[in-house]
């Protein structure tokens, strides 16, 4: 049987997929070799850490949630406050320029149209006629050897200069929107996937840090876990994937992606399959949509029906197709 083989019949048996047949023959082989039975224990406590941290992100999420809505309501009633006091204030102007400004009374009126029609009465004042001045030889730049005239050297308008700043204002804001969509789709994708139990196992008891590494990583404590396992000289593809994630949940795709390209290259097929949907994500975050690396391996995932995360390439590749559209 292959590592393959043994890693799916090891994946149905916990998940109760076996027929009863298959589970009698299963659980015979598992009495009777102790690696296999060591084997199926880390798959079982895989599962059941994985299902700890997924109830742990759901609780964040809706924690999350709430405090947004409380947030946009109060947000709410600021806006309204804001706009009835400038309507008060608005109100309270008005009327006051209207008490303040009385109308003209009637004798102002007259007196000011007597003042108009004596002024109108009056002879005018006699204008002394001033000769037309001599048009003066003023003509446009002339190039004195040819004759020509040379036309006004162009400079650039301010308006332009604007223009050109505000071209280069938007398409910066763009890129800058296409960067944040990427990252929004791959953290969306990276939380509505087959999230696989990400532990040390048996190197837990290799060193103190690896235990405080592990215990760190289930309560979120990702900084944490990364200054226990970044310096670590020699480290495993356990170490590797543990870091990958850390890295990621933190933000830091490029390193995220670093480390899970160690395991990808790595001569284990079986626990790279783990990896790679992660390893698309770090690409996508990191704007490499169109790269050759996210593009292959996005193929590779969707060709592969057996792949873990078949489906969760499917649904990236449309949502994909959906943002570019």
């Known amino acids: 049987m292959s590592e393959q083989e043994l890693f799916d019949k090891i994946e149905a048996y916990i ?10 023959v299963f659980e015979a082989q598992i009495a009777s070799d102790p690696a296999l039975a060591q084997e199926v224990k880390m798959h079982r406590f895989e599962h059941e850490a994985m299902n700890v941290l997924i109830a742990k992100k759901t609780k964040a999420k809706l924690t999350a949630w709430a405090e947004e809505e409380r947030i946009q309501e109060r947000k709410k009633w600021w806006w309204i406050g804001g706009l009835s006091m400038l309507l008060l204030i608005s109100i309270i102007f008005i009327f006051s320029k209207m008490t303040t400004d009385p109308a003209p009374s009637i004798e102002n009126t007259i007196q000011e149209q007597e003042e108009t029609e004596n002024t109108s ?39 332009r200069a604007i223009a050109e700043e505000n071209n280069r204002s938007q398409d910066k804001s763009a890129i800058n929107s296409s960067n944040t969509n990427n990252q929004q789709l791959a953290l969306a994708s990276y939380n509505d996937s087959s999230l696989p139990n990400v532990t040390l196992g048996i190197l837990r008891s290799e060193t103190n840090e690896n ?54 290259n790595g001569n284990d097929p079986a626990f790279a399959r783990k990896v790679e949907f992660y390893l698309l994500l770090s690409y996508l975050a990191q704007g490499m949509e169109e790269s050759e690396e996210f593009t292959g391996l996005l193929d590779k995932l ?8 078949n489906k969760d390439a499917t649904k990236l590749s449309e949502k994909l197709n959906l943002q570019t559209n």
């Open 302 to 309: 969707m060709d592969s029906e057996r792949h873990p995360n």
């Open 15 to 24: 998940q109760g997929e076996l027929s009863a047949e298959e589970k009698v």
């Open 121 to 159: 009465t009056e002879s005018p004042i006699d204008t002394i006629e001033t000769p037309p001045l001599e048009p003066t030889d003023q003509s446009p730049n002339t190039n004195e050897s040819s004759g020509v005239d040379e036309p006004p050297a162009k400079k650039p308008t301010k308006q």
């Open 211 to 264: 235990a405080k590494a592990e215990e760190a990583y289930k309560a979120g404590e990702f900084e944490q876990t990364i200054q226990l396992l970044e310096d670590e000289s020699n480290k495993s593809p356990l170490i590797h994937q543990m870091l990958g994630h850390a890295y990621f949940q933190m933000g830091a795709y490029e390193k995220s992606a670093t480390a899970f390209e160690a395991i990808t």
